[in-house]
């Protein structure tokens, strides 16, 4: 009998184990069936903390358990593409995207429209520039939300600023910003190591930010990199007004004085000479400021020279078409999987994630501005952000078209190869050819990439290309600030310049005309008084 109760206990007992693990597999295959994804870029400083603490947040009000993966920029383009095409039902549920990609993913069909959402989410909450990246270009259906924005401005060494005795308005516009470079070469200053101070520095060596840089110069005079044409787009390299900005960017970057380090060195390179304050000015990204908060340990700038020296935001640089900066940053979009299982847990998830104080706690924890405005409205009354937050209303983002990406690939390839033609070569007229074959090669490969052709004569435009990277900088007027002056207008440079002139000259002569005729008048009328 003994026996046999043990041996019913055992049974009861295995019986138990196996009914109670039955259990548990099932709770947890229901815990990870409603489990949801996000893939997110490494956003600097704070990000995956600040990541994690959303998820947190989210999983105390709503029960739901969401999964945070993590990428580098560098891989995230290729492994989201992969992704989608080979293994959708690996593929997140929510999407960290860059601005510009946008559009081509919503193109290959890897996101999903969500026009349906736009009531809960509030789209009038958000920057219009910012909005632009969440269409394909001519289309209204919208596929992502800003999550936050990516500006670049002027930053200056406060106390060196102060030291050389500037002014704000000293670099109001080009020209002055130029003089100022100058001014700052020959003043020969060194800081605390001992280490030569040089003014500026832009991106010139194996960098992915020159189109960046480049923009504002081009843009600033009234220039573009691509422009509409027909039912397409097509290259703006090779327009007159383009060509300014271009040679600009190539003048400012060659000069040993004003940028000496520009052909050595990277974005990160040019960052890492202003927080060492061995650089007066720097033309950087947002999350700079917020870095100073943070000891080196942590990946801060609490212990380098800049946080003593401190860092003063200045006023975007105008052009004859007025002042620019580059704005990017991130969307939040839904991927399009063929489980539709979780879309509503994932919609549920999107519409929490862009809630203002989610987003305000994000950026905040990064450095990057809130796409939201109410925020932004918090955010100006910092005086550290204030002219960054000012300067959106000037700020422009790139074409919001599929090919995009690989337009922008060919500008990386030209500005570094800018560099490479700027360290190689000191003739002024061997750069000059250099540079203006650079120009005409990415014009040919960015209309390659958007359909259009066009029948060029390399040999007869060469020269005239060439023309524009021999002349020093001068202050040149477009006629107005959105009409482009194409290369078949016009013969040469000067030529350009005659007429950029011709409307002011042509109401200066006018009006000398009107003055001499009414002294004529008045000295017939006097005489035959007499």
Known sequence: MRTLKRIACLVSLILGVAVASAAAEKAVSGAVSDTLSIWVMDNG?????????????????????VKVTSLSWSEAFLKITKTFADSNELAPDVIQLGSTWVPHFAAEGAIRPIDFLMSKIDSARFLGEGLRSSHIAGRPETYSVPWFIDVRGFFVNERLWQNLGFDDSDIETYPQFLGVLKT??????????????????????????????MAPLVWSHGGDFVVPSGKGYRSSLLDSNTLVGLALYAEIMGDSQMAPYSLSENSAENAKGFVRSERVLLYGTSELIKQLDYPESAGGLADFAIAKDGIKVMNLVSGPSGKF??????????????DRSKDA??????????????????SRQVGFLPADRSILHIWNRDSRYSKLVAGLEYCRSFPNIPKWGEVENILIELSNGIGMALAKTKNVEQRSEQLAKLVYDANEKINAILNHSENLNEAELLPWVQQFFMHKYKVIYPRNSTEFVSRDELASVDEFMDKMYSSKLMIVAGVGVLVVGILIVLSFARRRKK
Not at 191 to 207: E, L, M, W
Not at 345 to 362: G, S, T
Request: some cysteine; charged content about 30%.
């Open 45 to 65: 400083l704070g990000s995956k903390i600040a990541m994690n603490r959303l998820v947190k947040k989210f999983y105390r009000e709503t029960k739901i358990p």
């Open 184 to 213: 700052i070469a020959k003043a020969d200053l060194k800081n605390d190591d001992d280490t030569k101070i040089t003014p500026f520095a832009f991106p010139g060596k194996g960098d992915w930010a020159g189109q960046q840089c």
């Open 325 to 338: 900066s580059f704005m990017g940053g991130s969307h939040l979009a839904l991927g399009k999987k063929k």
């Open 345 to 362: 847990l994932a919609e549920q998830f999107l519409v929490y994630m862009l809630r203002a104080d989610n987003i305000d706690a994000y």
